[in-house]
């Protein structure tokens, strides 16, 4: 049993940690990572030659700093999930290893089947991890960073209580079995907690999401009715109007006619029409909860006197991107599309679209004038960045994020003629 103490299994429980965090991630090391990993693997030996155990805190500070470098905080979860799976895999290892140790040979053997044992059930845990994982990317909980904060603090605390309190010393068949089940227990009551945050996290954001639909639905409807109101009046109105300009042609005062025309009659159209569009242009997005909120946008926009044009040439039923990041990602670009436009002065414009290509993708872009000395695109991208003061830029780190987290969308931003340009592609899954 020597092995539990050996250079091999500092090495082999190094090596295998990197291979859980890439599986769990479903990642692709680049040679820059793997000069990375090798150096971490090799500090961690020399540390476990002349530390021992204490080797653990340095292996999981680095992973957890080279995870939130390609991952951000989803990496830091990812990183000490992994090291748990290690950790779990170590005493169920030992255990099973345990129970054949009598019938085994040699030692040489033995520690062959143990690290198989190890292997086996790390990968395991590690393709289980994957499937939950891909799951709460998909979910309201992903880009939820206090959410994500307080998993990442109670795995640690599980961490330090294990290494701190779990014996690590050579013991019976009988005390391993007896430390196996009591840290079975406390696993289970960590996983408990953790659930019961996830959900009462998730019942709250169900439910500002439910408000904000609700209060979408209700600007949606105000605008029906005012517009219902406006042709009510000028169908009451209209005789009355077109009396007005008898005198004119009576007169043949066609001059007159003319300018009463485009001053007094004109305007009213404009005016109308100015209402009507914003609500006809999006008649062939069927997705309802985009609809609904293009609609607040576009009368946030309007009630800022910022001209808007929508054009959705075809009839689009669905969007592949769960519906929630859809919103967020629409949401974000068109709040930074509506702020931005507050500053021209000269004629503001927003043209939003949406493009459906066959089967194959939905392309969303959004247009709108910006100021010709507009920062550089990475530099925008930058989290704590923002043109509108302090703890204001969180934006288009936010909107980056949600793009990279799922696989089948692509942004793109550009700046060209004083117009800042945003395109997000959503692939279809099954294209």
């Not at 485009?262 to 909860?289: A, C, F, H, Y």
């Not at 910006?370 to 990475?378: K, Q, V, Y």
């Amino acid at each position: 049993m020597t092995i539990l103490n050996s250079l091999i299994l500092s090495l082999f429980q190094s090596a295998l940690l990197f291979a859980t965090i890439q599986i769990i991630n479903k990642m692709k090391y680049t040679a820059k990572d793997y000069i990375t990993i090798f150096s971490i693997i090799i500090l961690s030996t020399v540390f476990f030659i002349n530390f021992g155990t204490k080797v653990m805190f340095f292996l999981l500070i680095s992973s957890v700093i080279f995870m939130y470098f390609k991952k951000n905080i989803i990496g830091v979860v990812s990183a000490l999930v992994s090291f748990f799976i290690l950790y779990i895999t170590n005493f169920l290892s030992i255990w099973l290893a345990t129970t054949i140790y009598n019938v085994i040979d040699t030692n040489l053997i033995f520690n062959i089947i143990y690290l198989i044992i190890f292997a086996v059930i790390a990968l395991v845990f590690a393709f289980i991890t994957r499937f939950f994982l891909t799951k709460l990317l998909t979910s309201d909980l992903s880009l939820n960073k206090l959410y994500l904060s307080i998993v990442s603090i109670f795995l640690i605390t599980a961490l330090l209580l294990l290494y701190f309190y779990v014996p690590n010393k050579i013991m019976s068949f009988a005390d391993i079995k007896f430390v196996v089940v009591m840290y079975a227990v406390f696993i289970i009551t960590i996983a408990i907690l953790i659930i019961t945050i996830s959900f009462s996290i998730i019942r709250q954001i169900q439910y500002k999401r439910n408000m904000q639909e609700i209060e979408n639905y209700y600007k949606y409807t105000l605008q029906i009715e005012n517009i219902n109101n406006e042709m009510r009046k000028f169908r009451h109105d209209y005789v009355n109007i077109l009396s007005t300009m008898s005198e004119f042609i009576r007169e043949s005062d066609m001059d007159g006619l003319k300018k009463y025309f485009n001053e007094e009659i004109l305007p009213m159209q404009d005016s109308m029409q100015m209402n009507t569009i914003k609500i006809n242009g999006i008649e062939n997005l069927k997705v309802r909860e985009i609809k609904g909120l293009l609609t607040t946008k576009i009368l946030q926009a309007q009630e800022k006197s910022i001209r808007i044009s929508i054009e959705v040439p075809e009839p689009i039923e669905r969007i592949d991107m769960p519906i929630i990041n859809l919103s967020r990602v629409i949401g974000i670009v068109l709040d930074n599309a509506i702020e931005a436009s507050e500053k021209i002065e000269d004629d503001p414009l927003i043209r939003i679209a949406f493009i459906k290509d066959n089967d194959d993708s939905v392309m969303f872009i959004v247009m709108n004038k910006c100021e010709p000395n507009m920062p550089r695109i990475h530099t925008l991208f930058q989290e704590n960045f923002s043109t509108k003061g302090k703890n204001r830029g969180l934006g288009l780190s936010t909107l980056k994020e949600l793009t990279d987290a799922t696989s089948n969308v692509l942004l793109d931003t550009t700046i060209d003629n004083d117009y800042f340009i945003q395109k997000v592609e959503i692939l279809n899954s099954d294209s």
